[in-house]
């Protein structure tokens, strides 16, 4: 019955779905639509190095005043330590989505000042550094050699000595 009346009036029928697109269009630039999403937290990496000390040494007179402070920030889901054996310590703070990074950064940065004194004198000389970090991927770049003039190991080195100068630019 319902079918019955549009079929009998085509122009009728027509005029009306003319008028739902033109609506669904106008209603298209109205709408909050973001171009990307946020979908990973937000990320705080806190570096130092303790020179000539083993990882074991980093992580019980670094890593752990550093934590001790840092954990119970604001909005902050959990965090993740590397302590290698070279001195290098890295500490990852997750953030919930919705959180500032600038002001996640300010505040992890004002608890690993409260850790300072504690720390070792060396760290303290070398610096303690707080940076956001970004977890979206932007770009993948593929090289190759098409020509197999190169070995896979040569193809390599050029990336990696290519774009690590690069960057550093």
Do not use: W
Not at 115 to 125: D, K, N
Request: aromatic share 8%.
């Amino acid at each position: 019955m319902f079918s019955k009346f549009f079929i009998e009036r085509p122009i009728f029928a027509t005029v009306i779905s003319l008028l739902i697109c033109v609506a669904g269009l106008v209603s298209m630039k109205v709408l909050p639509i973001a171009q990307y999403p946020t979908i990973t937290p937000v990320q705080v990496q806190v570096t130092t190095t303790y020179p000539g000390a083993d990882s074991k040494t980093v992580g019980n007179s670094v890593a752990a005043p550093i934590e001790a402070q840092i954990n119970g920030v604001d909005n902050m889901l959990y965090m993740t330590s590397i302590s290698s054996n070279t001195g290098q310590l890295t500490i990852t703070v997750y953030f919930t989505l919705d959180t500032d990074p600038d002001m996640a950064q300010v505040q992890v940065q004002n608890r690993v000042n409260l850790a300072l004194p504690q720390l070792p004198e060396a760290v303290t000389q070398f610096g303690v550094s707080v940076q956001k970090k970004s977890a979206s991927i932007l770009m993948i770049v593929a090289l190759y050699d098409k020509e197999s003039r190169y070995t896979p190991e040569y193809v390599t080195n050029y990336t990696t000595s290519t774009c690590s100068t690069r960057s550093s630019a």
